[in-house]
């Protein structure tokens, strides 16, 4: 089972920011609102993930951490090799084939809490008692110990580090109803405080600094069932922020081309061509209008009338920058 894993290892965890990026969203999944994130050495030594969400149930601990295994692969060189398999409810079960993995949880109706951990080539489980409030903490140590490939392509602690801010912005510029604590090496580095009513603009100017939010164009309009609720940058901002674009479809971050488009083709229609317009767009429509299970990453959307999204976007974008520009 652990080969089985590590293959599917390969493709969900590519670097720490990703197990930072399947762990955060299994915590708001699980209904969390304060989630406190501590790394050690980029990640690479540690990543530890506390939540207050519903947690495991005791007997529900050992499914966590395992996932179907595949007769497929027989060796361990076939590994590098295949990299299209999925890891829908892989997640967990990818990660502790690479790491030594903790996993402690206590649900509402239990008085006790349990903690599990994962070992050796027949990742054996084993379940003992712990203490821990309602919530989970997942512990994922030694990232990548046993995979020497996937480790040779760990960048710097910095770099690393840098990686898993990104993933931490995105996902906190789209729940406003969580709080977000950050420690590097037991550190603060970054704290971002829950708003209860969901206000986006707060957390933006939390996360992307009070300037963006102040400088930017917000617009907040709807079309055919389309809901879109973006702060553009002006160009002052531009020319001082190089990656500053974010895009969130039904809540989910998204590096989806087609909006890039979109508002890049704005953009340039009203001011020329930028290097790096700087946004927070977040679109809101049916979910059975947007397939958001494209790409295994889920960075990709396909809409059911991608040419419908494109012009309404690019011509919202179009009309306020015009707007202000004048
Ligand atoms: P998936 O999220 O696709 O279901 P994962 O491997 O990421 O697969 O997680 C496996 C299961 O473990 C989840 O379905 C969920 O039941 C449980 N789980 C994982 N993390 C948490 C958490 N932080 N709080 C509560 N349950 C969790
Ligand atoms: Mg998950």
């Known amino acids: 089972p652990q080969l089985a894993n590590q293959i599917a290892a390969g493709e969900v965890v590519e670097r720490p920011a990703s197990v930072v990026k399947e762990l955060l969203e299994n915590s708001l999944d699980a209904g969390a609102d304060r989630i406190e994130i501590d790394i050690e050495k980029g990640g ?193 901002v531009l020319r001082s922020s190089n990656d500053c674009q974010f895009s969130f479809v039904n809540g989910r971050g998204m590096r989806d081309k087609l909006i890039m488009h979109a508002i890049r083709q704005a953009y340039e229609s009203v001011w020329g061509v930028l290097e790096q317009p700087s946004f927070v767009v977040y679109l809101t429509l049916d979910p059975r209008d947007v397939d958001v299970n494209v790409h295994p990453a889920k960075h990709e959307v396909r809409f059911q009338q991608g040419r419908l999204v494109h012009d309404f976007i690019c011509k919202s974008v179009c009309d306020a920058l015009h707007a202000i520009s004048q």
């Open 44 to 236: 690479h030594k540690r990543i530890r993930i506390f939540d207050n969400g519903k947690g495991i149930p005791k007997d529900e601990l050992q499914l966590a951490l395992s996932r179907h295994a595949t007769s497929k692969i027989a060796t361990l060189d076939d590994l590098e090799h295949i990299l299209s398999l999925g890891f829908r409810g892989e997640a967990l079960a990818s990660i502790s084939s690479v790491s030594r993995l903790t996993l402690t949880s206590r649900t509402a109706n239990q008085n006790e809490a349990w903690q599990a951990c994962c070992e050796g080539r027949e990742m054996a489980v084993t379940v003992q008692p712990a203490a821990h409030p309602q919530g989970t903490t997942i512990d994922v140590a030694d990232l990548f110990y046993n995979t020497p490939a996937r480790r040779k392509f760990l960048r710097t602690e910095k770099t690393e580090f840098q990686h898993i801010e990104e993933v931490i912005k995105r996902i906190a510029l789209s729940y406003p109803h969580a709080s977000f604590l950050l420690k590097h090496n037991g550190k603060l580095v970054k704290r971002f405080i829950a708003d209860k009513q969901g206000a986006l603009a707060p957390r933006i100017a939390s996360v992307l600094g009070q300037k963006f939010v102040d400088n930017a164009v917000h617009i907040n309009v709807d079309y055919e069932g389309i809901q879109m609720d973006a702060w553009l940058g002006n160009e002052s």
